[in-house]
T-cell receptor
Protein backbone atom coordinates (compact mmCIF):
# COMPACT_ATOMS: atom_id res chain seq x y z
CA UNK A 1 0.00 0.00 0.00
CA UNK A 2 1.64 3.23 -1.15
CA UNK A 3 -0.70 5.63 0.69
CA UNK A 4 0.63 9.20 0.54
CA UNK A 5 3.96 9.58 -1.24
CA UNK A 6 6.10 12.70 -1.02
CA UNK A 7 9.20 13.56 -2.99
CA UNK A 8 11.90 14.61 -2.44
CA UNK A 9 12.56 13.50 1.12
CA UNK A 10 15.44 15.95 1.58
CA UNK A 11 16.40 19.11 -0.29
CA UNK A 12 18.70 22.05 0.24
CA UNK A 13 17.79 25.24 -1.59
CA UNK A 14 19.60 28.51 -1.99
CA UNK A 15 17.80 31.74 -1.17
CA UNK A 16 15.76 32.86 -4.15
CA UNK A 17 15.57 29.45 -5.82
CA UNK A 18 12.27 27.78 -6.59
CA UNK A 19 11.19 24.19 -6.29
CA UNK A 20 8.17 21.92 -6.21
CA UNK A 21 7.39 19.35 -3.56
CA UNK A 22 5.47 16.48 -5.07
CA UNK A 23 2.64 14.64 -3.35
CA UNK A 24 0.60 11.74 -4.64
CA UNK A 25 -2.00 9.50 -3.03
CA UNK A 26 -3.50 6.30 -4.37
CA UNK A 27 -6.49 6.03 -2.04
CA UNK A 28 -8.91 8.05 -4.19
CA UNK A 29 -9.11 10.67 -1.46
CA UNK A 30 -10.75 13.92 -2.43
CA UNK A 31 -9.21 16.04 0.35
CA UNK A 32 -5.50 16.80 0.30
CA UNK A 33 -3.39 19.05 2.50
CA UNK A 34 0.04 20.57 2.88
CA UNK A 35 1.34 21.22 6.39
CA UNK A 36 4.65 22.57 7.62
CA UNK A 37 6.27 21.72 10.91
CA UNK A 38 8.84 24.07 12.38
CA UNK A 39 11.21 22.85 15.14
CA UNK A 40 9.41 22.27 18.43
CA UNK A 41 6.05 23.18 16.97
CA UNK A 42 2.91 21.47 15.79
CA UNK A 43 1.83 21.34 12.19
CA UNK A 44 0.43 24.40 10.48
CA UNK A 45 -1.79 24.22 7.42
CA UNK A 46 -0.39 25.86 4.28
CA UNK A 47 -2.95 24.97 1.60
CA UNK A 48 -5.64 22.39 1.12
CA UNK A 49 -7.80 21.06 -1.65
CA UNK A 50 -11.28 19.54 -1.55
CA UNK A 51 -11.05 18.07 -5.03
CA UNK A 52 -9.48 18.40 -8.45
CA UNK A 53 -9.45 22.00 -9.59
CA UNK A 54 -10.25 23.41 -6.12
CA UNK A 55 -7.68 24.79 -3.69
CA UNK A 56 -7.80 27.12 -0.72
CA UNK A 57 -5.42 28.83 1.70
CA UNK A 58 -4.67 27.58 5.17
CA UNK A 59 -3.02 29.40 8.06
CA UNK A 60 0.38 30.11 6.47
CA UNK A 61 0.04 30.31 2.65
CA UNK A 62 2.46 33.17 1.92
CA UNK A 63 5.38 32.15 -0.27
CA UNK A 64 3.65 29.02 -1.59
CA UNK A 65 1.40 27.98 -4.42
CA UNK A 66 -0.49 24.79 -5.14
CA UNK A 67 -2.43 23.19 -7.93
CA UNK A 68 -4.74 20.19 -8.11
CA UNK A 69 -5.18 19.06 -11.69
CA UNK A 70 -5.92 15.45 -10.74
CA UNK A 71 -7.40 13.67 -7.73
CA UNK A 72 -4.12 11.91 -7.07
CA UNK A 73 -1.59 14.75 -7.16
CA UNK A 74 -1.18 17.91 -5.09
CA UNK A 75 2.18 19.61 -5.69
CA UNK A 76 3.42 22.47 -3.51
CA UNK A 77 5.44 25.17 -5.23
CA UNK A 78 7.93 27.39 -3.41
CA UNK A 79 8.79 30.55 -5.29
CA UNK A 80 11.80 32.62 -4.25
CA UNK A 81 12.80 30.43 -1.31
CA UNK A 82 13.57 32.21 1.97
CA UNK A 83 15.29 30.93 5.15
CA UNK A 84 11.93 31.19 6.95
CA UNK A 85 10.71 28.35 4.75
CA UNK A 86 13.21 25.94 6.26
CA UNK A 87 10.91 23.33 7.70
CA UNK A 88 9.55 19.83 7.41
CA UNK A 89 6.64 19.61 5.00
CA UNK A 90 3.90 17.03 5.27
CA UNK A 91 1.35 16.15 2.66
CA UNK A 92 -1.84 14.46 3.83
CA UNK A 93 -5.13 13.22 2.46
CA UNK A 94 -8.54 11.96 3.51
CA UNK A 95 -11.89 11.01 2.05
CA UNK A 96 -14.94 13.10 2.73
CA UNK A 97 -18.12 11.27 3.55
CA UNK A 98 -21.33 12.27 5.22
CA UNK A 99 -19.65 12.22 8.62
CA UNK A 100 -16.66 14.52 8.93
CA UNK A 101 -13.62 13.64 10.95
CA UNK A 102 -12.23 10.87 8.81
CA UNK A 103 -8.72 9.73 9.54
CA UNK A 104 -6.16 11.88 7.78
CA UNK A 105 -3.23 9.97 6.30
CA UNK A 106 0.16 11.64 6.25
CA UNK A 107 3.16 11.21 4.00
CA UNK A 108 6.60 10.68 5.47
CA UNK A 109 7.61 14.31 5.27
CA UNK A 110 10.01 16.38 3.17
CA UNK A 111 12.93 18.09 4.91
CA UNK A 112 13.69 21.43 3.27
CA UNK A 113 16.60 23.68 4.19
CA UNK A 114 17.02 27.13 2.64
CA UNK A 115 20.52 28.57 2.92
CA UNK B 1 -10.84 30.04 15.85
CA UNK B 2 -10.07 26.80 17.56
CA UNK B 3 -6.95 26.38 19.66
CA UNK B 4 -5.34 23.28 21.10
CA UNK B 5 -3.08 23.47 24.14
CA UNK B 6 -0.67 20.82 25.34
CA UNK B 7 0.77 22.07 28.61
CA UNK B 8 3.48 19.43 29.01
CA UNK B 9 6.39 20.03 26.62
CA UNK B 10 8.21 16.92 27.84
CA UNK B 11 7.42 13.87 29.91
CA UNK B 12 9.16 10.66 30.82
CA UNK B 13 7.98 7.31 32.12
CA UNK B 14 9.54 4.02 33.06
CA UNK B 15 8.95 1.05 30.85
CA UNK B 16 5.77 -0.88 31.79
CA UNK B 17 4.32 2.05 33.73
CA UNK B 18 1.37 4.26 32.85
CA UNK B 19 1.56 7.86 31.69
CA UNK B 20 -1.09 10.48 30.90
CA UNK B 21 -0.61 13.29 28.40
CA UNK B 22 -2.81 16.36 28.75
CA UNK B 23 -4.65 18.28 26.09
CA UNK B 24 -7.20 21.08 26.32
CA UNK B 25 -8.94 22.86 23.50
CA UNK B 26 -11.04 25.90 22.97
CA UNK B 27 -14.01 25.92 20.63
CA UNK B 28 -17.56 27.16 20.40
CA UNK B 29 -18.52 24.23 18.19
CA UNK B 30 -20.66 21.40 19.45
CA UNK B 31 -19.78 18.81 16.82
CA UNK B 32 -16.15 18.01 16.34
CA UNK B 33 -13.49 15.33 16.47
CA UNK B 34 -10.33 14.96 18.52
CA UNK B 35 -7.22 13.00 17.67
CA UNK B 36 -3.91 11.97 19.12
CA UNK B 37 -1.07 11.56 16.65
CA UNK B 38 2.31 10.01 17.37
CA UNK B 39 5.45 11.26 15.65
CA UNK B 40 8.47 9.00 16.25
CA UNK B 41 12.01 10.11 15.34
CA UNK B 42 11.29 9.11 11.75
CA UNK B 43 8.92 12.12 11.77
CA UNK B 44 6.02 10.24 10.18
CA UNK B 45 2.64 11.18 11.65
CA UNK B 46 0.77 8.13 12.93
CA UNK B 47 -2.80 8.22 14.15
CA UNK B 48 -3.04 6.79 17.67
CA UNK B 49 -6.67 7.33 18.57
CA UNK B 50 -9.69 9.45 17.69
CA UNK B 51 -12.78 10.56 19.56
CA UNK B 52 -16.10 11.83 18.24
CA UNK B 53 -17.44 14.63 20.43
CA UNK B 54 -20.98 13.28 20.24
CA UNK B 55 -19.89 10.02 21.87
CA UNK B 56 -19.78 9.96 25.66
CA UNK B 57 -17.81 6.72 25.76
CA UNK B 58 -14.06 7.20 25.82
CA UNK B 59 -12.16 5.75 22.89
CA UNK B 60 -9.64 2.96 23.46
CA UNK B 61 -7.08 1.30 21.19
CA UNK B 62 -5.18 -1.50 22.90
CA UNK B 63 -2.84 0.20 25.42
CA UNK B 64 -4.04 3.68 24.49
CA UNK B 65 -7.15 5.28 25.93
CA UNK B 66 -8.51 8.77 26.30
CA UNK B 67 -10.33 10.66 29.00
CA UNK B 68 -12.68 12.95 27.13
CA UNK B 69 -14.35 15.62 29.23
CA UNK B 70 -16.48 17.66 26.85
CA UNK B 71 -17.68 20.24 29.34
CA UNK B 72 -14.14 20.89 30.52
CA UNK B 73 -12.81 20.74 26.92
CA UNK B 74 -10.20 18.27 27.99
CA UNK B 75 -8.86 15.30 26.02
CA UNK B 76 -6.05 13.43 27.77
CA UNK B 77 -4.24 10.35 26.46
CA UNK B 78 -3.35 7.47 28.76
CA UNK B 79 -0.68 5.02 27.71
CA UNK B 80 -0.64 1.82 29.75
CA UNK B 81 2.24 -0.64 29.99
CA UNK B 82 4.56 1.85 28.29
CA UNK B 83 7.02 0.41 25.80
CA UNK B 84 10.31 1.76 24.49
CA UNK B 85 8.69 2.11 21.07
CA UNK B 86 6.24 4.61 22.53
CA UNK B 87 9.05 7.18 22.70
CA UNK B 88 7.89 9.95 20.38
CA UNK B 89 6.29 13.35 20.08
CA UNK B 90 2.55 13.20 20.68
CA UNK B 91 0.24 15.75 19.13
CA UNK B 92 -3.32 16.46 20.11
CA UNK B 93 -5.47 17.69 17.23
CA UNK B 94 -8.97 19.12 16.72
CA UNK B 95 -11.24 18.97 13.71
CA UNK B 96 -14.50 20.85 13.43
CA UNK B 97 -17.27 18.85 11.81
CA UNK B 98 -17.53 19.77 8.16
CA UNK B 99 -14.09 21.38 8.18
CA UNK B 100 -11.85 18.42 7.38
CA UNK B 101 -8.89 20.49 8.63
CA UNK B 102 -6.82 19.57 11.64
CA UNK B 103 -5.65 22.11 14.22
CA UNK B 104 -2.64 20.83 16.14
CA UNK B 105 -1.21 21.48 19.57
CA UNK B 106 2.52 22.06 19.97
CA UNK B 107 3.15 18.51 21.09
CA UNK B 108 4.50 16.62 24.10
CA UNK B 109 7.80 14.79 23.87
CA UNK B 110 7.46 11.45 25.64
CA UNK B 111 10.50 9.40 26.59
CA UNK B 112 10.10 5.85 27.82
CA UNK B 113 13.08 4.80 29.93
CA UNK B 114 14.24 1.19 30.27
Amino acid sequence: NAGVTQTPKFRILKIGQSMTLQCAQDMNHNYMYWYRQDPGMGLKLIYYSVGAGITDKGEVPNGYNVSRSTTEDFPLRLELAAPSQTSVYFCASTRLNSFAGNTIYFGEGSWLTVV
Amino acid sequence: AQTVTQSQPEMSVQEAETVTLSCTYDTSENNYYLFWYKQPPSRQMILVIRQEAYKQQNATENRFSVNFQKAAKSFSLKISDSQLGDTAMYFCAFMKQGSEKLVFGKGTKLTVNP
